[in-house]
Structure formats: structure tokens, C-alpha cells
């Protein structure tokens, strides 16, 4: 699973909207938007996501990992 796809269901999870944890990241929706649309995405921002989401950087990346089987 892609970490954008990861994050994304993270998301409805947890009955959040990309723009909350856009706000939460000090970013505009508009730059989560295209970070989440990019292929790839920079480690210290992946980690800082999956942290806003409650994850830590090793769990967050089992959970994209057990998702791809």
C-alpha cells in the first residue's frame, strides 16, 4: 500500500478530513493534497504525518507493509 493511501484511510478511520491534518501539520490543504498525489514523499514528512495521525514512523510503516500482501 502507497503511504498517501495509507494515510488517507487513517483518515476516514479516524472521521478526520485531509484538511484537519493539513492545519495540524502547519501546511494548506492544497500542499497535503499534492504531497499525498506525489509518488514520493520526503522521510521527515512521512514521519511527521504518521505522528499527527497518532503512529509511530515503525508502526505506521508495519501498517502500510501487512496492508500490501
Request: include cysteine; aromatic fraction near 2%; glycine fraction near 4%.
Amino acid at each position: 500500500m502507497r503511504s498517501a493511501d495509507a494515510i488517507k484511510s487513517i483518515l476516514e478511520e479516524q472521521g478526520r478530513s485531509q484538511r484537519s491534518l493539513a492545519l495540524d501539520l502547519g501546511l494548506t490543504p492544497q500542499a497535503l493534497d499534492q504531497r499525498l498525489k506525489s509518488k514520493t514523499m520526503k522521510v521527515e514528512t512521512l514521519c511527521q504525518t504518521a505522528e499527527r495521525l497518532g503512529y509511530t514512523s515503525t508502526s505506521f510503516q508495519r501498517r502500510t507493509a501487512t496492508a500490501s500482501r
